[in-house]
């Protein structure tokens, strides 16, 4: 009992002391476990290079900085409880994340009452757009999606198209954007939504045989169902070219679904330039220490570039309503992505879009769209 | 035709875990929770001596399988022997303890990112109008002739006859001298290396994420319900009946239109619970067990 009592006080000695340690602590939610991982790791990994660079450098304001980071599983109801979490235990300045548009989406209320600041590196959903005051992000929203891909159908003369959705509400973003954007003489000749997490197509592959398309969009939430959905249509045997979106832009899938995936246009954001010195920097920092990305360079450093706007302006505006403001005050903030601000929506400027396909099993970049 | 295959291809996966489940469930009278974990860690070793170590598929398999017999025992030995003779809902609280911890083994050995098993180019054969690829068909000869083995050394030898014995009546069994624990042990490891083929089977077909784990068990559950918890051929049948009603419900159209595949789950799993209510022991199961 003795023994016990005096493990009890250690106990409390020491969580008294960890309460002491002046941090300032940001939160990261994403996705740590489950088909999206590659796009919670990289995202991680990115924001962790960002908030070591600015300890490195001192801190800010001569505070370092904590970096507290939650899995979301790229579900909404992990995400609210993992918001909660950081919000009123961990009590956070602001919240690196939502990788998952439905991360994003379930955090923005909490975050919103609790006047925490959101910034998701990667969520493109168009609902993020209204999703509150504090919810900004630093990837094009879908809805510039619908209109890239319109005018792509145009230019290879593909009128009819299909479409298998997963119930997300990235997917589902994505795929109202679609038919709403569908130009004039293209239509939709098969849409059908699956479960999340769904890996057997087959029965809607069958169907999709006798039905005569142009074009197929593979519009999964993650790699690992795109993979399903690419091997699934190519092993009955239809040659039809698809379109993915950035759930496709992943190294991962080259890998896992081999040879199904040739040809495949993801349409995402652009590589990262490696040819501009302060990206390839960004790019050999995390090599060294994470190795090869495991979806895309392009999103950690989205994911360094959020976390370094966010300290900057921490800096400088503090927390709460003060450091919202700053955020919507940014001009052209240069990070390792692009230049780059907010607009009133809290959406960002100045990251396009870019189309890119699968050359032996590699992404390669097609082509830039530049987004107003 | 080709809704046929993809009946055949699905229900064949779900045919092995349900096999094992039956199996356990049969013998020992106790549910095994921690059998889709168990898949994956079949699937995933496998996956790690063809891609790792470079291993011929036939030995990467013979290890990965070996691999996933000997966690079956360990799971066994320390999950299910100590309790399952006190009180049969034990090990269902047990057995979702190993689970978590295979959960967790699995993260951090094998991390999070899918996995396939990398078999080759596949090659396309028409089957009537329909296509299947040649591993398909490997894998669901190969599926169908063990679940066919497995059917016959309980029926018709004696070592199925010295099984059955021990679920009629265990201490009678023991005291002609068999040994219903060593049994039990057999009984056991074979149902995790039913899975282990199972996690195997989606490796190469599919893809493996570590969180399918609990999903997949699912699917085995449905099929032994409908089925009768105590006959296997009844469970087995019922994995490749609930199979064919998902096929059938979504890519047939009903009454002029197709009913949404997000519907897919839902509509076989109502089917079983309208059987359930006419037939409640199941469709093949008897009111008493005997394995």
Partial sequence: MKKALSLLSLIFALSACGAKTETIRIGYIGPLTGDAVSY?????????????????????????????AEDS?????????????????DKVVAIIGGQCSSETLAAAPIAEAGKVVVISPISSSPDITTAGDYIFRVYPSDALKGKALAAYFLKANFTKV?????????????RSSVKKDLPPGVKIVFDENVDPGTKDYRTLMTRLKDIDFDVFITNGQSDATVAEMAKQLRA?????????????????????????????????VPMLSEADVAAADFAKTFRDRHGEPKATMFFAALAHDATRVLLQEIGKAGSGEALKDALYAVKDFTGIAGTFHFDANGDVVGIPLA???????????SEIIPVE | MQLLLNALIAGSFAALLASGLSLVYGVLGIFNMALGQLALVGGLTTWWLVSILSL????????????TALTTWFGFEFFVAPYYRRHRFLPLVTTIAFS??????????????????????????????????????????????????LTWVLVKTA???????????????????????????????????????AGIYVGIDQNLTPTIGFAITIKAYAAIIAGGKDSMKGTILCAYLIALLEQLSIGLPWFGSYIPSGYQSTVALLVIILVLLIKPQGLFGSKTRIA
Avoid at chain 1, 73 to 88: E, H, I, P, Y
Avoid at chain 2, 101 to 128: A, N, S, W, Y
Avoid at chain 2, 168 to 190: C, D, K
Wanted: proline share 3%; with cysteine; net charge neutral.
């Fill in chain 1, 73 to 89: 599983k790229c579900n909404g109801a992990d995400s609210a409880s993992a918001t909660q979490k950081l919000v009123n235990v």
């Fill in chain 1, 236 to 268: 009955l045997g239809m040659k039809q070219q698809m379109v993915g979106t950035d759930t496709a832009d992943s190294a991962t899938l080259g890998q896992i679904a081999k040879e199904a995936v040739e040809g495949l246009k993801p349409l995402s």
């Fill in chain 1, 162 to 174: 299909a479409i298998i959705s997963e119930n997300t509400d990235f997917c589902q973003g994505i």
């Fill in chain 2, 56 to 67: 011929p598929l036939p030995l990467a398999i013979a290890g990965g399988i070996l691999i």
């Fill in chain 1, 355 to 365: 189309m890119k396909e699968f050359v032996n099993g590699m992404l390669r970049q």
């Fill in chain 1, 40 to 68: 919670g790791v990289d995202t991680l990994n990115g924001a962790k290079i960002a908030v070591d660079e600015v300890n490195a450098a001192g801190g800010v304001n001569g505070v370092k900085v904590e970096l507290i």
């Fill in chain 2, 100 to 149: 978590m911890i295979l959960d967790g083994l699995i993260l951090v050995i094998f991390h999070q990112e899918p996995k396939t098993i990398d078999v080759g180019t596949r090659t396309l054969l028409p089957v009537f109008d329909a296509l299947i690829s040649s591993q398909q068909i490997v894998l669901i000869v190969l599926t169908i002739l063990f679940l066919a083995l």
């Fill in chain 2, 159 to 197: 070592f199925g006859r010295r099984i059955r014995a021990t679920v009629q009546h265990p201490t009678a069994a023991e005291s002609l001298g068999i040994r219903s624990s060593l049994l039990h042990r057999i009984v056991f490891i074979v149902s995790g290396v039913l899975a282990g083929f």
